[in-house]
């Protein structure tokens, strides 16, 4: 069935070092994007990207990086410069026009935690 | 600057009565505005939308109402369930040029229906 995957489920790493989080849909939507949620905060846009190999940043996108090579694929890397980098991390996706189009599916969430 | 609030972190409710859940924009470029809800260490999961030339849209025991004027709009849950349970977050989308798809997202209402 369709939907979309991140994974892993739980993540950690050393300060200093860069990660990437895996996120892949079969939806067949156009548009995918990153965000980030931290206690008592909504979520928050990184990077976003409407179309295969163009991105555009988000509200919070220092110290991360994205690539889109394929359509159902869209990793975020974060990196060290990201001085946060601690947070729960959801990929969503959507379709850009007809029905639905407003409406972005979001997948499980990657808990990332940097000591 | 925060386009959209939702000024109330938690709201208690008994199951069976009505939960109202509210949002405020700031924003008049805003063209739809949809409502999620989230279980912890869970992605959201889309629950209701509204158009902005509309001012109900109701589905089952969930409607949303809009007022343009006062840039406020709820989210009404009759009867409330304790499956309920969950952040709820209040989001919109603009339409200004390249952020066509961009959702700005509320830092969400934490509900608890009690049996």
């Known amino acids: 069935d369709g939907g979309i995957t991140q994974s892993p489920k739980y993540l950690f790493r050393k300060e200093g070092q860069n990660v990437t989080l895996s996120c892949e849909q079969n939806?067949?939507?156009?548009?995918m994007y990153w965000y980030r949620q931290d206690p008592g905060q909504g979520l928050r846009l990184i990077y976003y990207?409407?179309?295969?190999?163009?991105?555009q940043k988000g509200d919070i996108a220092e110290g991360y990086s994205v690539s889109r090579e394929k359509k159902e694929s869209f990793p975020l890397t974060v990196t060290s410069a990201q001085k946060n980098p601690t947070a729960f991390y959801l990929c969503?996706?959507?379709?850009?026009?007809?029905?639905?189009?407003?409406?972005?599916?979001f997948g499980p969430g990657t808990r990332l935690t940097v000591t | 600057d925060q386009q959209v609030k939702q000024n109330s972190p938690s709201l208690s409710v008994q199951e069976g009565r009505i939960s109202i859940l509210n949002c405020d924009y700031t924003n008049s470029m805003f063209d739809y505005f949809l409502w999620y809800k989230k279980y912890p260490a869970e992605g959201p999961t889309f629950l209701i939308s509204i158009s902005s030339i509309k001012d109900k849209n109701e589905d089952g025991r969930f409607t949303v109402f809009l007022n343009k004027s006062a840039k406020h709009l709820s989210l009404h849950i009759v009867p409330s369930q304790p499956g309920d349970s969950a952040v709820y977050f209040c989001a919109a989308r603009g339409t200004r040029g390249g952020s066509n798809y961009k959702l700005t997202f509320g830092k969400g209402t934490l509900l608890t229906v009690n049996p």
């Open positions: 969503a996706s959507s379709p850009l026009a007809g029905k639905g189009s407003y409406e972005q599916y």
């Open positions: 990207s409407q179309i295969v190999n163009d991105f």
């Open positions: 939806l067949n939507h156009d548009a």
